[in-house]
T-cell receptor, first 118, second 113 residues
């Protein structure tokens, strides 16, 4: 089973420029998450989608961050304009329900997109 | 409300000695509990999970965790640390029937040769 795919893996941009990150979740997973992880800290939820609807975007800085999941599969996270404090890893994750002995909902992460704003 | 407290921000052990990473949770519902590991420059990898089956859960790389409802704990253990275990570890709680996940602040594990 393919995991969560993210691109690009690394990006360096100047402040005030824009950047976009792409995520393809695990096939069949209805819930998709974007997290921001600043060096030395735990992941912070930016936005959660259920299919193509937003469940939680309370911590998304909406003046500069936007995200969409138009067809309920792939998602894009955009930052415009970027600030120095946006330097972080952007983790995409998806969750799905398993049956049987391994039942329950589990969240799976991609490798992350590393953003440096200079 | 659900939350997770990782009691140690940093743990150091010698190679070959036991590892104990502590996690306490708070949950209004029957919880699912997880441990994830994050190696440098990598994403989070699932180590193990508890979802109301056996209270002693075995994961990958020799790790295991025991769910103790009376103590609201889900501590991660390994009998013998290996250099490759050096990483950041996150304890995560979720409502057993939900799709919202709550993260601890992480424990950095250092393994001394």
């Amino acid at each position: 089973e393919a995991g969560v795919a993210q691109s690009p893996r690394y990006k360096i941009i100047e402040k005030r420029q824009s950047v976009a990150f792409w995520c393809n979740p695990i096939s069949g997973h209805a819930t998709l998450y974007w997290y921001q992880q600043i060096l030395g800290q735990g992941p912070k939820l930016l936005i959660q989608f259920q299919n193509n609807g937003v469940v939680d975007d309370s911590q998304l800085p909406k003046d500069r961050f936007s995200a969409e999941r138009l067809k309920g599969v792939d998602s894009t996270l955009k930052i415009q304009p970027a600030k120095l404090e946006d330097s972080a890893v952007y983790l995409c994750a998806s969750s799905g329900w398993a049956q049987g002995a391994d039942s329950g909902n589990t969240i799976y992460f991609g490798e992350g997109s590393w953003l440096t704003v200079v | 409300a659900q939350s997770v407290t990782q009691l140690d921000s940093h743990v150091s052990v010698s190679e070959g000695t036991p590892v104990l990473l502590r996690c306490n949770y708070s949950s209004s519902y029957s919880p699912s509990l997880f441990w994830y590991v994050q190696h440098p420059n990598k994403g989070l990898q699932l180590l193990l999970k508890y979802t109301s089956a056996a209270t002693l859960v075995k994961g990958i790389n020799g790790f295991e965790a025991e769910f103790k409802k009376s103590e609201t704990s889900f501590h991660l253990t390994k009998p013998s640390a290996h250099m490759s275990d050096a990483a950041e570890y996150f304890c995560v709680v979720s409502q057993n029937t939900g799709n919202q996940f709550y993260f601890g602040t992480g424990t950095s594990l250092t393994v001394i040769p």
